[in-house]
């Protein structure tokens, strides 16, 4: 069993810069470990994902801006936003995929998965002003 904390949303303006944290509580080597978004009646949507050696995968709206890390002594991924746009906010959920090895590409844009195969944090909100 993972336990996820996401910290790290805020309020702010148009152009700045936020990152998010997620602590895992578990064993996360070998999973993919990703951020996902969802914004008031929108549908949830795919932000980065990435494994351990492994590459980072983005979603095209945020490429160049987000950048996805690890860091494995701390058992925490961060999802550091710079240029921060109106249609950033969302409340942001960081996930792990219960399965080894998977392809975090086909992970992130949610193929051939469900929600009952991740583990999930609580969300963390971000707002930004134009």
């Known amino acids: 069993q993972v336990q996820l904390v996401e910290s790290g949303g805020d309020s702010v303006q148009a152009g700045g810069s936020l990152r998010l944290s997620c602590q895992a509580s578990g064993y996360t080597y070998n999973h993919c470990m990703g951020w996902f978004r969802q914004a008031p009646g929108m549908e949830r949507e795919g932000v980065a994902a990435s494994i351990a050696n492994g590459r980072a995968t983005y979603d095209e709206s945020v490429k160049g801006r987000f950048t996805i890390s690890e860091d494995s002594a701390k058992n925490t991924f961060y999802l550091q936003m710079n240029s921060l746009k109106p249609e950033d906010s969302a409340m942001y959920y960081c996930?792990?995929?219960?399965?080894?090895?998977?392809?975090?590409?086909?992970?992130?844009?949610?193929?051939?998965?469900?929600?009952?195969?991740?583990?999930w944090g609580q969300g963390t909100r971000v707002t930004v002003s134009s």
């Open positions: 996930a792990v995929d219960k399965r080894e090895a998977a392809d975090c590409k086909y992970w992130l844009r949610r193929y051939g998965t469900t929600d009952e195969n991740d583990y």
